[in-house]
């Protein structure tokens, strides 16, 4: 016997699997028929492209088989795909946990039922069995290779190997179920169940092998004759499952339960999609997508590493399912399939990102995916669904598409001061509410809504009844609004970096202004030192006494320095300018005020304060709170 320890973190699922994960435990059945069905993906590629298997597998047709004893309490799954070697069978499910199963073990809630949803989005199916197993035994024969090998584990520490002999290639899974789930699982009725309800449109037939105690039909005259009827054990064979291609057949056929079901069987998700997209194209180039947006977001969509959730077939024959650029990045929630009738069968990584097949199905199928996605927005409850879920990627393909930026920005939605509190506003609904001689759309980002909105910087823009779009999720809009160009030809502003509306006052009065207040502007200047750029009178406050804001350069370097934020770099935060209120009480009389300390100490309280309403950091916060008791202390 070969013994072999399980990777700490196999370990660690394994144990969450046995003794937390245990309200749907159906799943199981689910993802070891997905993982036959992928086997068998594999093996009819490989017979098509590759000169060594065509012979040998000329007839071959793919099949899944389940069977059960339930004397036996056993449950065996079975297929005749490309199998395992003893290097897979240790690299798959042994002792080298894959990226997915550590991410899985940390994504973990605590809610057995939230947490069995996860158990298929981090590729880590296969343990499920263990949620009903005592022992597995994997029996497999990779296709092309002499030798078969034997996987046996009770799900603790340890996994034997040991080389074996199988006829054909293929994979065979006997379950040893645990005493308190052999009635349910070994049963007919329920396996049929779990098969229709979950792998109905796997693309193979599934097949139900069980032995059932038939009676004799007697004759007439036996039955006079008093003859007993005889009994008999006769073996059964049932397929159980639809196996067709769904995307193959015709929309008008489909059910949405049908659409469903078939979301669910190559999601691992078990909720209902919130969009099903279904298209077929003929003429020049011909192919069939079938795409769907879950109604929640993929867990790993926000890691660099998240699982594509598309995959690729050409005339029904799977390709792949780990390319990710079959559709942009910022549409990797999408799940689903693409089937082309013009691509070559031996498509490589290479080829495919080159191929114009390729392009014009992933370019159209964007079109397609964002004009369903507008549909959607007709309807006001189920898009603000859309938008909690996806508001983030459609943001990045503002950016990462510059052929569909139009359609993206149409479907933003946005906080703004003008929308009720939890309510926000599409980019057309704010300008029809403009004014007519407006022709920008303004906005402020931040981290928090409720700073934003008292920010000083919005004081001109309510006096003048402009409203302006609340943008508090800082981390991506600091980097996309920049690059948001305009919406239909009305340019975006950052308020903080733009001239402030409508100014009331002409030049000459605006001249008289700066030249009564040039000396206090440059004192207080002179104090800051280089924690301003600039010190400068402004129009654009009625209440409050300062304000600070940067310049379009420094409003461009700011985006730079939030991505590299991003990227985990440390970046000092750039000078602002600070902007005076010459109305102000505070401004008054600090330019008639002839105490040197006491202009320091109001200086850094103007700056402070300003930096503090707009949602800033201050970097010296003891500081800040002696100098308003110095301050304090005077006034009284
Ligand atoms: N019946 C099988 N035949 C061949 N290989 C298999 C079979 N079952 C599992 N494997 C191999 O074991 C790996 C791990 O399976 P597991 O179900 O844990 O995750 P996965 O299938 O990779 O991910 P997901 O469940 O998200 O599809 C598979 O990727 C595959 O390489």
């Known amino acids: 016997m070969a013994k072999h320890q399980f990777q700490t973190e196999v370990g660690q699922l394994l144990h969450l699997m046995t003794h937390s994960l245990y309200s749907n435990k159906e799943i199981f059945i689910r993802e ?27 007839t071959w047709k793919g099949e899944v088989n389940i069977s059960f004893d339930e004397a036996d309490k056993s449950l065996t799954i079975s297929d005749n795909g490309i199998g395992m070697n003893d290097e897979d069978l240790i690299a798959s499910i042994g ?31 296969f343990y499920s069995v263990f949620m009903v197993a005592d022992n597995i035994d994997v029996i497999s024969k990779k296709a092309g290779s002499e030798t078969a090998y034997k996987w046996s584990s009770n799900g603790t520490g340890e996994f034997d190997l040991v080389p074996c002999t199988k006829e054909s290639s293929g994979t065979v899974i006997y379950i040893k179920l645990k005493d308190e789930e052999a009635s349910e699982f070994a049963s007919k009725y329920r396996i049929k169940n779990i098969v229709e309800k979950y792998s109905n449109h796997i693309a193979y037939p599934i097949f139900l092998n069980y032995k059932e105690e038939v009676t004799e039909t007697l004759s007439e005259d036996d039955k006079k004759a008093g003859k007993e009827a005889a009994k008999s054990i006769e073996d059964k064979r049932e397929k159980i499952n639809e196996a067709t291609a769904l995307w193959m057949q015709a929309k ?7 659409y469903n079901d078939f979301y669910k069987s190559i999601s691992h998700d078990s909720t209902d999609p919130m969009l099903s997209i279904h298209t077929k194209v003929e003429g020049v180039s011909e192919y069939t997508t079938l795409f769907y947006i879950p109604k929640t977001a993929p867990m790993d969509m926000y890691r660099a590493d ?16 780990s390319e990710k650029e079959l559709l942009p990045t910022y549409l990797r929630f999408v799940r689903g399939i693409i089937d082309s009738e013009d691509l070559p069968l031996n498509v ?48 990045e393909g503002v950016y990462q598409d510059y052929t569909n930026k139009d359609a993206i920005l149409e479907l933003l939605r946005y906080k703004s001061t003008k929308t009720e509190a939890g309510k926000m506003t599409s980019l057309e609904a704010y300008k029809d ?3 007519s001689e407006q022709k920008a759309i303004y906005y402020i980002v931040g981290e928090n809504e409720k700073v934003l909105k008292s920010s000083p910087l919005l004081e001109s823009y309510k006096k003048n009844e402009i409203e302006v779009l609340i943008l508090d ?6 980097i996309i609004t920049p690059t948001m160009g305009a919406f239909k030809e009305w340019e975006f502003k950052d308020i903080t970096a733009c001239e402030p509306p409508k100014v009331e006052q002409n030049e000459e009065e605006k001249k008289e202004v700066e030249e009564k207040f040039k000396s206090i502007v440059e004192k207080i200047k002179d104090k800051l030192g280089d924690a301003v750029k600039e010190v400068k009178i402004t129009t654009r406050l009625s209440e409050s006494p300062s304000c600070v804001t940067k310049d379009a350069g420094d409003a461009q370097m700011a985006q730079m320095m939030q991505m590299m934020r991003a990227m985990g770099q440390e970046m000092p935060a750039s000078a602002p300018i600070l902007e005076i209120n010459p109305d102000h009480e ?10 040197d300390s006491t202009i320091e100490d109001v200086s850094w309280i103007l700056l402070d304060q300003a930096k503090l309403s707009e949602g800033m950091d201050i970097t010296d916060t003891v500081a800040f709170a002696q100098r308003l008791s110095r301050i304090t202390a005077k006034a009284l």
């Open 306 to 321: 998240f699982q594509p959730g598309v995959k690729l077939y050409v005339k029904r024959v799977f390709i792949t399912d």
């Open 95 to 125: 002792t080298i946990a894959k990226s997915g199963t550590k991410s899985f073990v940390e994504a973990l809630t605590g809610d057995a039922k939230k947490d069995s949803n996860l158990i298929g989005q981090f590729g880590v199916g």
């Open 348 to 395: 490589s990584r290479e080829i495919l990102q080159e191929n114009r097949v390729m392009a014009n199905i992933k370019q159209s199928s964007v079109k397609k995916i964002l004009s369903e996605i507008k549909k959607l927005s007709k309807d006001e409850e189920k898009y603000a669904e859309f938008i909690a879920q996806y508001i983030r990627p459609l943001k």
């Open 473 to 478: 999720d800082k981390e991506i809009d600091e």
């Open 433 to 435: 509410r403009a004014d």
């Open 32 to 58: 070891l028929v997905s993982n036959a069905s992928d086997a068998i993906d594999k093996l009819n590629y490989l017979r098509l492209t590759d000169e060594n298997l065509k012979d040998a597998y000329a």
């Open 252 to 258: 008008a056929k489909l059910k949405e339960q049908e």
């Open 586 to 595: 505070i401004v008054k009389k600090l330019n008639g005020c002839a105490d």
